[in-house]
C-alpha cells in the first residue's frame, strides 16, 4: 500500500521537483501552495508524512507548522538552506539542506514515517484512530467528519485544559470571528454523541461557561 505524503512548496514547479524524487508505486504525492491548501490537505487526507520547503517565498513556515499539526500527526521532513536556524516551533522529525538531493530527501521521508508514534491518542474510555479518523469508545467505533475529527483531536490533545472557543474557531474553521459560532455548538452536539454515554448529560467533554471546552480525564 502506497504511503501518502504532502508536499508544501509556493509553486508548482518546486512542487513537482520533489515529487519526482518519490517512486509512484511506493508513494502518493499530493501538493500544496499555501498554508491553506495544505492544512485542506491534511484535513481530507490520511498523510503518512510533510513535506515543507522552508526556503519557499511567500511561506510562513512556523503558522503552517501550527496549524498543520492541529489536523495530522504525520512527522515534517523540512526543507531548508544550508545552515539555516531553525525556528523551534516549527519542530521538524528531520531537515534537509539545499541543494537537495533526491535519494536523501526519500530516505529522510521513509525513516520519519518509520520512527513516527502510534497512530491513536487515547484519553481514558476514548481512543482516536488518527489514521482512519476513527472514535472508539469501550466496544463501539464511530466514524467522524473531518471536522469532528480535527476539534476532537484538539481537545483530546488537550484533555484537562480548557480549550477556547477562540481556539477552536481559529484551528478547525480558520476564523478569528465570534459572532456567530452556532457551527461550533451544532458540532460539540454531534462530538458529544459519540463520546458520551448520555450526551444530555456530557461527563467527558464539559463546558466551562465564558471560556470553552474541556475533555475530562477520568
Known amino acids: 500500500m502506497a504511503v501518502t505524503v504532502l508536499i508544501v512548496a509556493s509553486d508548482k514547479t518546486a512542487t513537482a521537483s520533489y515529487a519526482d524524487f518519490f517512486s509512484k508505486r511506493e508513494f502518493t504525492i499530493l501538493a500544496a501552495h499555501s498554508g ?8 481530507t487526507h490520511r498523510l503518512d ?3 515543507l520547503d522552508a526556503t519557499a517565498p511567500r511561506l510562513n513556515c512556523k503558522s503552517i507548522c501550527r496549524r498543520l499539526k ?3 500527526f504525520a512527522p515534517l521532513v523540512l ?3 544550508p545552515n539555516a536556524k531553525i525556528d523551534s516551533g516549527i519542530n521538524p522529525a528531520s531537515v534537509v539542506a539545499k541543494p537537495v538531493v533526491g535519494k536523501k530527501l526519500v530516505a529522510r521521508v521513509k525513516s520519519a514515517i518509520e520512527a513516527k508514534p502510534p497512530r491513536v491518542l487515547s484519553v481514558g474510555k476514548l481512543s482516536l484512530d488518527l489514521e482512519r479518523h476513527k472514535l472508539i469508545r469501550g466496544s463501539k467505533s464511530f466514524a467522524l467528519t473531518p471536522k469532528e475529527f480535527t476539534l476532537l483531536k ?5 484533555a484537562g485544559q480548557i480549550v477556547t472557543r477562540r481556539a477552536l474557531m481559529k484551528q478547525v474553521w480558520e476564523t478569528d470571528y465570534l459572532g456567530d459560532t452556532r457551527t461550533l455548538d451544532v458540532h460539540i452536539r454531534w462530538v458529544r454523541e459519540k463520546v458520551e454515554d448520555n450526551a444530555s448529560k456530557p461527563q467527558r467533554l464539559v463546558t466551562v461557561r465564558g471560556l470553552g471546552y474541556k475533555i475530562v480525564v477520568e
Do not use: E, K, P
Open 36 to 43: 491553506r491548501q495544505a492544512f485542506a490537505q491534511a484535513q
Open 49 to 51: 508524512a510533510v513535506v
Open 70 to 72: 492541529s489536523a495530522t
Open 79 to 81: 526543507i531548508a538552506a
Open 154 to 158: 484538539l481537545l483530546m490533545a488537550s
